[in-house]
Nanobody, 123 residues
């Protein structure tokens, strides 16, 4: 499984960004896809995840109502639309994947990781 994230950048507080992650995987729909982030000096934390069919989504509390995770199972791509960004959203964002049979919402990590993309939100 290879994951390539893109879409990070610098944005002012209140602005929006959309992250994309292209997956090279045999059966994309067999994987739960997720976004995690790690801010400087902090531990990596879960942001959002989406089931293989796209029918179930999970969010950290601070992302609910502002972020939307989605996936295109034809393009093998997962997205994270981030609106009303705050300076505390500044972090390196990582795309991740886990086989659906292995995933559960409180899991502390996922099996496969891509390189991160930096999101910087200025105040």
């Amino acid at each position: 499984v290879q994951l390539q994230a893109s879409g990070g950048g610098l944005v002012q507080a209140g602005g929006s960004l959309r992250l994309s992650c292209a997956a090279s995987v045999h059966t994309f729909t067999s994987y739960v896809m997720g976004w995690w982030r790690q801010a400087p000096g902090k531990e990596r934390e879960f942001v959002a995840a989406i089931s293989g069919s796209g029918g179930t989504t999970y969010y950290r509390d601070s992302a609910k109502g502002r972020f939307t995770i989605s996936r295109d199972n034809v393009k093998n791509t997962v997205y994270l639309q981030m609106n009303r960004l705050k300076p505390e959203d500044t972090a390196v964002y990582y795309c991740a994947a886990d086989e659906e049979s292995d995933y559960y919402p409180s899991k502390s990590g996922m099996a496969y990781w891509g390189k991160g993309t930096l999101v910087t939100v200025s105040s």
